[in-house]
T-cell receptor
Protein backbone atom coordinates (compact mmCIF):
# COMPACT_ATOMS: atom_id res chain seq x y z
CA UNK A 1 0.00 0.00 0.00
CA UNK A 2 1.22 3.48 -0.86
CA UNK A 3 -0.77 5.12 1.95
CA UNK A 4 -1.43 8.79 1.22
CA UNK A 5 0.14 10.22 -1.92
CA UNK A 6 0.32 13.86 -2.99
CA UNK A 7 1.27 15.54 -6.24
CA UNK A 8 3.18 17.63 -7.00
CA UNK A 9 5.98 17.65 -4.41
CA UNK A 10 7.06 21.19 -5.26
CA UNK A 11 5.40 24.04 -7.12
CA UNK A 12 6.19 27.68 -7.83
CA UNK A 13 3.37 29.96 -8.93
CA UNK A 14 3.05 33.59 -9.82
CA UNK A 15 0.44 35.71 -8.07
CA UNK A 16 -2.95 35.18 -9.68
CA UNK A 17 -2.18 31.78 -11.19
CA UNK A 18 -4.34 28.79 -10.35
CA UNK A 19 -3.45 25.21 -9.57
CA UNK A 20 -4.83 22.01 -8.09
CA UNK A 21 -3.08 19.87 -5.51
CA UNK A 22 -3.93 16.21 -5.79
CA UNK A 23 -4.27 13.71 -2.97
CA UNK A 24 -5.15 10.03 -2.99
CA UNK A 25 -5.30 7.31 -0.33
CA UNK A 26 -5.50 3.56 -0.79
CA UNK A 27 -6.53 2.63 2.78
CA UNK A 28 -10.30 2.82 2.20
CA UNK A 29 -10.54 5.65 4.72
CA UNK A 30 -13.74 7.61 5.11
CA UNK A 31 -12.35 11.01 6.09
CA UNK A 32 -9.80 13.19 4.33
CA UNK A 33 -8.21 16.52 5.21
CA UNK A 34 -6.13 19.35 3.83
CA UNK A 35 -3.78 21.24 6.15
CA UNK A 36 -1.26 23.98 5.68
CA UNK A 37 1.89 24.16 7.76
CA UNK A 38 3.60 27.46 8.48
CA UNK A 39 6.57 28.05 10.80
CA UNK A 40 5.57 28.37 14.45
CA UNK A 41 1.89 27.76 13.74
CA UNK A 42 1.61 24.01 13.63
CA UNK A 43 -0.90 22.59 11.19
CA UNK A 44 -4.08 24.46 10.36
CA UNK A 45 -7.05 22.74 8.80
CA UNK A 46 -8.15 24.21 5.48
CA UNK A 47 -10.96 21.86 4.46
CA UNK A 48 -12.08 18.39 5.35
CA UNK A 49 -14.33 15.69 3.99
CA UNK A 50 -15.94 13.56 6.68
CA UNK A 51 -17.15 11.05 4.11
CA UNK A 52 -17.45 10.60 0.38
CA UNK A 53 -19.73 13.24 -1.05
CA UNK A 54 -19.32 15.80 1.73
CA UNK A 55 -16.88 18.65 2.27
CA UNK A 56 -16.69 21.37 4.92
CA UNK A 57 -14.59 24.36 5.82
CA UNK A 58 -11.89 24.15 8.40
CA UNK A 59 -10.00 26.89 10.22
CA UNK A 60 -8.51 28.72 7.20
CA UNK A 61 -10.64 28.05 4.06
CA UNK A 62 -10.43 31.45 2.36
CA UNK A 63 -8.82 31.32 -1.08
CA UNK A 64 -9.24 27.56 -1.45
CA UNK A 65 -11.76 25.09 -2.83
CA UNK A 66 -11.89 21.33 -2.58
CA UNK A 67 -13.41 18.36 -4.37
CA UNK A 68 -13.94 14.90 -2.95
CA UNK A 69 -13.86 13.15 -6.31
CA UNK A 70 -14.50 9.70 -4.88
CA UNK A 71 -13.60 7.84 -1.70
CA UNK A 72 -9.91 7.75 -2.67
CA UNK A 73 -9.27 11.25 -3.95
CA UNK A 74 -9.51 14.71 -2.40
CA UNK A 75 -8.14 17.69 -4.32
CA UNK A 76 -7.37 21.25 -3.21
CA UNK A 77 -7.62 24.13 -5.66
CA UNK A 78 -6.17 27.61 -5.48
CA UNK A 79 -8.14 29.74 -7.94
CA UNK A 80 -5.96 32.87 -7.73
CA UNK A 81 -2.78 32.27 -5.79
CA UNK A 82 -1.46 34.92 -3.38
CA UNK A 83 1.94 35.18 -1.65
CA UNK A 84 0.17 34.51 1.68
CA UNK A 85 -0.56 31.02 0.39
CA UNK A 86 3.12 30.14 0.29
CA UNK A 87 3.23 27.15 2.61
CA UNK A 88 3.64 23.41 2.88
CA UNK A 89 0.37 21.61 2.24
CA UNK A 90 -0.43 18.23 3.73
CA UNK A 91 -3.22 15.88 2.89
CA UNK A 92 -4.31 13.35 5.52
CA UNK A 93 -6.89 10.62 5.89
CA UNK A 94 -8.46 8.70 8.76
CA UNK A 95 -10.76 5.70 8.97
CA UNK A 96 -13.24 7.49 11.26
CA UNK A 97 -15.62 4.81 12.35
CA UNK A 98 -18.57 5.43 14.64
CA UNK A 99 -18.96 1.71 15.19
CA UNK A 100 -16.64 1.52 18.19
CA UNK A 101 -17.03 4.36 20.66
CA UNK A 102 -13.95 3.32 22.60
CA UNK A 103 -11.63 3.58 19.65
CA UNK A 104 -10.18 6.68 18.13
CA UNK A 105 -8.77 7.03 14.70
CA UNK A 106 -5.37 8.53 13.97
CA UNK A 107 -4.69 10.54 10.87
CA UNK A 108 -2.28 9.35 8.19
CA UNK A 109 -0.35 12.04 6.37
CA UNK A 110 1.03 12.40 2.88
CA UNK A 111 4.58 13.70 2.23
CA UNK A 112 3.44 17.25 1.53
CA UNK A 113 3.56 19.79 -1.29
CA UNK A 114 5.87 22.79 -0.95
CA UNK A 115 4.19 25.73 -2.67
CA UNK A 116 5.81 29.08 -3.28
CA UNK A 117 3.77 31.99 -4.65
CA UNK A 118 5.83 34.86 -6.03
CA UNK B 1 -12.67 25.52 22.58
CA UNK B 2 -9.77 23.16 22.59
CA UNK B 3 -6.18 24.31 22.38
CA UNK B 4 -2.64 23.01 22.76
CA UNK B 5 0.49 24.74 23.95
CA UNK B 6 4.00 23.39 23.64
CA UNK B 7 6.61 24.98 25.87
CA UNK B 8 9.77 25.60 23.91
CA UNK B 9 9.79 25.89 20.15
CA UNK B 10 13.27 24.36 20.11
CA UNK B 11 14.90 21.87 22.46
CA UNK B 12 18.49 20.60 22.30
CA UNK B 13 19.73 17.51 24.13
CA UNK B 14 22.95 15.54 24.08
CA UNK B 15 22.93 12.05 22.63
CA UNK B 16 22.06 9.64 25.45
CA UNK B 17 20.37 12.30 27.57
CA UNK B 18 16.74 12.41 28.64
CA UNK B 19 14.28 13.91 26.19
CA UNK B 20 11.39 15.89 27.68
CA UNK B 21 8.97 17.74 25.41
CA UNK B 22 6.17 19.59 27.15
CA UNK B 23 2.53 19.76 26.13
CA UNK B 24 -0.42 21.33 27.91
CA UNK B 25 -3.94 21.21 26.61
CA UNK B 26 -7.25 22.87 27.16
CA UNK B 27 -10.45 20.90 26.68
CA UNK B 28 -13.95 21.12 28.13
CA UNK B 29 -14.46 17.37 27.76
CA UNK B 30 -12.18 14.39 28.41
CA UNK B 31 -9.71 14.66 25.58
CA UNK B 32 -7.98 12.34 23.21
CA UNK B 33 -4.31 13.33 23.02
CA UNK B 34 -1.64 12.58 20.45
CA UNK B 35 2.01 13.09 19.74
CA UNK B 36 3.09 13.16 16.11
CA UNK B 37 6.64 13.32 14.77
CA UNK B 38 7.75 14.94 11.52
CA UNK B 39 11.15 14.09 10.08
CA UNK B 40 12.70 16.57 7.63
CA UNK B 41 10.80 16.86 4.37
CA UNK B 42 8.25 14.26 5.39
CA UNK B 43 4.66 14.17 6.57
CA UNK B 44 3.60 13.61 10.16
CA UNK B 45 3.40 10.15 11.67
CA UNK B 46 1.81 9.07 14.92
CA UNK B 47 4.13 8.42 17.86
CA UNK B 48 1.48 7.60 20.44
CA UNK B 49 -2.04 8.43 21.54
CA UNK B 50 -4.03 8.62 24.76
CA UNK B 51 -7.66 7.51 24.60
CA UNK B 52 -8.42 7.05 28.34
CA UNK B 53 -7.35 3.40 28.56
CA UNK B 54 -4.17 4.09 30.57
CA UNK B 55 -2.52 7.29 31.74
CA UNK B 56 0.99 6.16 30.76
CA UNK B 57 1.15 5.57 27.04
CA UNK B 58 4.02 3.90 25.26
CA UNK B 59 4.73 4.69 21.64
CA UNK B 60 7.17 3.86 18.92
CA UNK B 61 10.94 4.39 19.06
CA UNK B 62 11.07 4.24 22.89
CA UNK B 63 8.91 7.32 23.50
CA UNK B 64 6.22 7.49 26.13
CA UNK B 65 3.85 10.12 27.50
CA UNK B 66 1.88 10.48 30.70
CA UNK B 67 -1.58 11.99 30.87
CA UNK B 68 -2.00 14.13 34.00
CA UNK B 69 -5.52 15.47 34.27
CA UNK B 70 -4.78 17.68 37.29
CA UNK B 71 -2.01 19.43 35.38
CA UNK B 72 -3.75 19.26 31.96
CA UNK B 73 -0.47 17.95 30.61
CA UNK B 74 0.71 15.24 28.26
CA UNK B 75 4.50 15.52 28.23
CA UNK B 76 6.58 13.32 25.93
CA UNK B 77 9.70 11.60 27.24
CA UNK B 78 12.44 9.26 26.11
CA UNK B 79 15.14 8.08 28.53
CA UNK B 80 18.03 8.24 26.10
CA UNK B 81 18.13 10.42 22.99
CA UNK B 82 19.44 9.07 19.72
CA UNK B 83 20.65 11.08 16.75
CA UNK B 84 17.74 9.73 14.73
CA UNK B 85 15.28 11.42 17.13
CA UNK B 86 16.07 14.84 15.67
CA UNK B 87 12.75 15.99 14.24
CA UNK B 88 9.74 18.24 14.82
CA UNK B 89 7.25 17.00 17.39
CA UNK B 90 3.61 18.02 17.52
CA UNK B 91 1.18 17.54 20.37
CA UNK B 92 -2.49 17.41 19.37
CA UNK B 93 -5.88 17.21 21.06
CA UNK B 94 -9.33 16.07 20.04
CA UNK B 95 -12.65 15.63 21.80
CA UNK B 96 -13.76 12.70 19.65
CA UNK B 97 -17.24 14.19 19.45
CA UNK B 98 -17.32 15.48 15.90
CA UNK B 99 -18.43 13.69 12.78
CA UNK B 100 -14.85 13.52 11.62
CA UNK B 101 -11.51 13.19 13.37
CA UNK B 102 -11.09 16.85 14.22
CA UNK B 103 -7.65 17.41 15.68
CA UNK B 104 -6.10 20.62 16.99
CA UNK B 105 -2.30 20.71 16.65
CA UNK B 106 0.17 22.59 18.79
CA UNK B 107 2.82 24.82 17.20
CA UNK B 108 5.48 22.13 17.39
CA UNK B 109 8.83 21.64 19.12
CA UNK B 110 11.98 21.12 17.11
CA UNK B 111 14.31 18.61 18.78
CA UNK B 112 18.03 18.71 18.08
CA UNK B 113 20.34 15.95 19.30
CA UNK B 114 23.96 16.90 19.86
CA UNK B 115 26.58 14.17 19.40
Amino acid sequence: NAGVTQTPKFQVLKTGQSMTLQCAQDMNHNSMYWYRQDPGMGLRLIYYSASEGTTDKGEVPNGYNVSRLNKREFSLRLESAAPSQTSVYFCASSPHSTLAASSYNEQFFGPGTRLTVL
Amino acid sequence: AQSVTQLGSHVSVSEGALVLLRCNYSSSVPPYLFWYVQYPNQGLQLLLKYTSAATLVKGINGFEAEFKKSETSFHLTKPSAHMSDAAEYFCAVSDGKTSYDKVIFGPGTSLSVIP
